[in-house]
Structures are given as C-alpha cells and as structure tokens.
C-alpha cells in the first residue's frame, strides 16, 4: 500500500495521488452525502460489499486522503481520522473491547487518557490496569487476564516527557495474544516509527505537531496490519465472529489486514459518528506537508532552551530527554535518536509562587492550554489544568507543584531564550 519514498518526501506526496485532470492540491469534499446510478450500486455499499463513499458521518475522500499520507509516515496498512485525538484512543480501545473485558495502560499518559481510560471507560465497563514505565518484565507479565484486551502507551508522555520501553510492552502484549497500542503525539513519524519496534496501532492526536499551527482539533488511527486477529479468535469476537449489523460478514476473514480500520469506520464511526469535517483534515494535510521541517526545528530549539535552562540559578532542575545527564537519555537515544519533540518542563528554586511570576512576565512565550505547535507556550498545570488538586494531590498525580510545561515552537532560539531570560529576572 504505502509508498518506498523517503519519510520527507511522504510528508508531501502521500495520499491524494490525482488522476488525468483532477486537482493537483487535495481537494476539499465539501459534500454530505455522494451520488450512485443504480439503487443495486447504493445496496452494495451498505453491505461492504463494494468500496465508496455514500455519507461523510463514515467517510470522506478528502479525509481519507490524508489518512492515507498518515499511514504511509507511520508505515502502516491501513488508517482512518478521528474528529480528536480523544476520539481515536477511544475508538482504538472500544474497537477490540467490550464491557466484561480489560486493558493495561502506562501511568504516564496525557490527563486526558488517563480520565478516558480510569473513569469514562469503566463506566461502560472496560476496566484498567495502569503500570509504572520502568515495570519489570516479571511484574508486567503478571498483570494479564483472561479478559485483557490491549496494552496502551505514549513514545514520549504528555507531559512528563517519559520514553516507552515499546519493545518490552510490545513483548509482553504479543506474549499474551493482544495488540500494544501507542499513542505516538510527541514524537510524531519524523522522530519514531512504533511499527518498527513492534507495536500493532498507533494513534496520534493529530492537533499537535501534524497540524503544527493549532488551527484544528483532530485525530488518527493507523493500523499496521501485523496482528493476527485470527489466531486469538476467542478473544476478539468483534473481528472475528459475524457482524449481524452487516448480513453477517466476518471482518478479519473479509478484510485481512484491514479488519481493524474497516470495522472501527463501519461499525464505530458508523454509530458514534467523531469524524473531522474535511475542511479540518485539508488545514491537517497543509501541516503534514512541512512536519519533516518543523519537527527538527522544535527539537533542536528544545534542547538549546533546556541547555539555557540548566545554567540559571533561579531554575531547579530541568527535563528534556535530549541532553545527555537526562534519567530518559539512554531510551530517548534508542527510540528517537535524531531528537525527541520541542515540550520541555522545569520547576523553579521559589516553587509555585515563581512559577507564576516568570511566566506572568514572559513576552514572547504565550499561557494557552496548548502544546506543540509553531508558536512557543507555556503552562503551569498547578495553576491551570490541574489547579482543583492541593500541592500533595499534584504529587500524587505526579505533576510537581512548580512543573513549567514549555512547548518550544520554531522561532529563533535566541529570541525564546531571551524572553525567559528576562521574566526569570523578574522573579526575586
Ligand atoms: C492532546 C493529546 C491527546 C488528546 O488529543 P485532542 O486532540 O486534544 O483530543 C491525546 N494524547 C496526547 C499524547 C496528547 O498530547
């Protein structure tokens, strides 16, 4: 399916592939609902048994081309979008489970998987294990049931920049026949392929790097066709028993290594309906098309704002998991060795009162509930996301009182740098 070109090559010539006299630039489908000849045509599509677009709460062409250039940079056999990066780490789990079953998932994920996966799911009874990054393979192999369905983790957590082991959970996944899905944001294809290292799924919020100008909310699934649905019949039903909702057809035996993304568009999307309007996923694929430019611009300004950062007296300590005395450096090189993403967090020596202080002060650097994308921003989540918790919650959550999360955009360094300069010398 995919291409042999180079990734940055990919990041502008994936997807749409125009015809003799079609529109070179993807166009925008700006259309509900799509036209047939015959009504034997429009019958065919409503049993999967021809390919085409008939409503766009399923499938859009001009969201599907972009989904097409996602999987081509993750390197994956199938893709679809999400209207949010909520929606796909929520499609990519209710997709194989179903209230009685179980999941794994690493502590280290965004809040909001983390309130998806603890609280939202459960309710409709999927259950699940949260582990520490650093478990052991014993401890890690331990926790599976019966009933577990999927392992889930971030290539680099929002925000506590942690890098996944990916080939160890990916071994313990496959050792008890479920998927390793990865949520792979921060580091985006440019930086880390999970494919690569074993992981079945990955699911990116889309609203970050790929759009790169936060102009649209979004999200993606890519499936890589690796895991076999069919060998672990019993555990996944939905794949591979009948679907009466369709005249009974058998989606793994059906569709191959397409089961995966045909079910979650004709059953998930078909009844829950978190599709991007193609408005949206045309803004995405303008993004996609200078990723390869701007990813290493983020990172390397990443790491001169951290290097500035660890030589002030004022700052307390520093996470960014490109410098070398970094407790993440070891996995970082292994997994993204050309750099990691441009989200750095610090804390101050004055705590929480000089935390607000400096970034009442900064100029350049904006306090919006942001992250990755061309223009730098800050947060301080004690203050904003997390500001209900006291100072022994945060903790717990493991957000640090005074934690900065500094998403370093793709100015000139110099100027960013210049900007904390001057509002850490407002803090007395
Ligand atoms: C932001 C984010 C999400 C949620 O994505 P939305 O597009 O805001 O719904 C999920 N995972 C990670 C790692 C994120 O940073």
């Given at each position: 399916?995919?291409?042999?070109?180079?990734?940055?090559?990919?990041?502008?010539?994936?997807?749409?592939q125009?015809?003799?006299?079609?529109?070179?630039?993807?166009?925008?489908?700006?259309?509900?609902?799509?036209?047939?000849?015959?009504?034997?045509?429009?019958?065919?599509l409503?049993?999967?048994?021809?390919?085409?677009?008939?409503?766009?709460?399923?499938?859009?062409?001009?969201?599907?081309?972009?989904?097409?250039?996602?999987?081509?940079?993750e390197?994956?056999?199938?893709?679809?979008?999400?209207?949010?990066?909520?929606?796909?780490?929520?499609?990519?789990i209710?997709?194989?489970?179903e209230?009685?079953?179980?999941?794994?998932c690493v502590?280290?994920?965004?809040?909001?998987?983390?309130?998806?996966?603890?609280?939202?799911?459960?309710?409709?009874?999927?259950?699940?294990?949260?582990?520490?990054?650093?478990?052991?393979?014993?401890?890690?192999?331990?926790?599976?049931?019966?009933?577990?369905k999927?392992?889930?983790?971030?290539?680099i957590?929002?925000?506590?920049?942690?890098?996944?082991?990916?080939?160890?959970?990916?071994?313990?996944?496959?050792?008890?026949?479920?998927?390793?899905?990865?949520?792979?944001?921060?580091?985006?294809?440019?930086?880390?392929?999970?494919?690569?290292?074993?992981?079945?799924?990955?699911?990116?919020?889309?609203?970050?790097?790929?759009?790169g100008?936060?102009?649209?909310?979004?999200?993606?699934?890519?499936?890589?066709?690796?895991?076999?649905?069919?060998?672990?019949?019993?555990?996944?039903?939905?794949?591979?028993?009948?679907?009466?909702?369709?005249?009974?057809?058998?989606?793994?035996?059906?569709?191959?290594?397409?089961?995966?993304?045909?079910?979650?568009?004709?059953?998930?999307?078909?009844?829950?309906?978190?599709?991007?309007?193609?408005?949206?996923?045309?803004?995405?694929?303008?993004?996609?098309?200078?990723?390869?430019?701007?990813?290493?611009?983020?990172?390397?300004?990443?790491?001169?704002?951290?290097e500035?950062?660890?030589?002030?007296?004022k700052?307390?300590w520093?996470?960014?998991?490109?410098?070398?005395?970094?407790a993440?450096?070891?996995?970082?090189?292994?997994?993204?060795?050309?750099?990691?993403?441009?989200?750095?967090?610090?804390?101050?020596?004055?705590?929480r009162?000089?935390?607000?202080?400096?970034?009442d002060?900064?100029?350049?650097?904006?306090?919006?509930?942001?992250?990755?994308?061309?223009?730098?921003?800050?947060l301080?989540?004690?203050?904003?996301?997390?500001?209900?918790m006291?100072?022994?919650?945060?903790?717990?959550?493991?957000?640090?009182?005074?934690?900065?999360r500094?998403?370093?955009?793709?100015?000139?360094?110099?100027?960013?740098?210049a900007?904390?300069?001057?509002?850490?010398?407002?803090?007395?």
């Open positions: 399916m995919g291409s042999n070109f180079k990734i940055e090559t990919k990041c502008i010539q994936s997807g749409w125009p015809k003799k006299g079609e529109s070179r630039v993807i166009p925008i489908y700006q259309s509900t609902t799509f036209k047939y000849d015959t009504s034997e045509q429009m019958g065919r409503f049993d999967l048994e021809d390919e085409g677009y008939f409503y766009t709460r399923l499938q859009n062409p001009t969201n599907d081309a972009v989904a097409a250039k996602i999987c081509d940079l390197g994956g056999y199938a893709a679809m979008l999400t209207s949010s990066g909520q929606a796909a780490n929520f499609y990519a209710m997709n194989i489970a209230a009685g079953d179980h999941i794994i502590s280290a994920v965004y809040g909001g998987t983390y309130n998806l996966y603890a609280h939202t799911i459960r309710k409709m009874g999927v259950e699940a294990t949260f582990v520490e990054p650093d478990i052991s393979k014993e401890e890690l192999n331990a926790l599976f049931r019966e009933n577990t999927a392992v889930f983790g971030e290539t957590a929002n925000p506590a920049l942690v890098v996944l082991d990916i080939e160890k959970f990916a071994e313990a996944a496959h050792a008890h026949g479920v998927p390793l899905i990865i949520d792979n944001t921060f580091a985006t294809p440019i930086n880390c392929r999970p494919f690569e290292w074993g992981a079945d799924i990955v699911t990116h919020s889309t609203t970050k790097y790929m759009d100008h936060a102009v649209a909310v979004g999200g993606a699934i890519v499936d890589s066709g690796n895991f076999d649905w069919m060998a672990h019949k019993e555990k996944f039903p939905g794949l591979t028993a009948p679907d009466e909702t369709y005249h009974g057809i058998v989606y793994a035996e059906k569709f191959g290594k397409g089961a995966y993304i045909t079910k979650a568009t004709a059953q998930l999307m078909r009844d829950l309906g978190s599709i991007p309007s193609p408005q949206n996923a045309f803004l995405l694929n303008l993004g996609l098309e200078t990723l390869h430019l701007r990813v290493p611009r983020h990172c390397e300004n990443a790491k001169k704002v951290a500035f950062l660890k030589t002030q007296d700052v307390a520093v996470n960014c998991p490109m410098l070398p005395d970094d993440q450096y070891a996995l970082a090189q292994k997994y993204m060795p050309n750099g990691t993403c441009g989200v750095i967090t610090f804390g101050l020596k004055g705590g009162d000089a935390s607000v202080t400096m970034m002060n900064l100029k350049l650097a904006a306090i919006v509930t942001h992250v990755a994308d061309s223009r730098t921003c800050v301080h989540p004690a203050s904003h996301t997390h500001r209900q006291n100072d022994k919650e945060l903790l717990e959550a493991g957000v640090q009182p005074d934690l900065i500094f998403s370093v955009g793709t100015e000139n360094a110099d100027d960013i740098i900007d904390l300069k001057q509002a850490l010398d407002a803090v007395k």
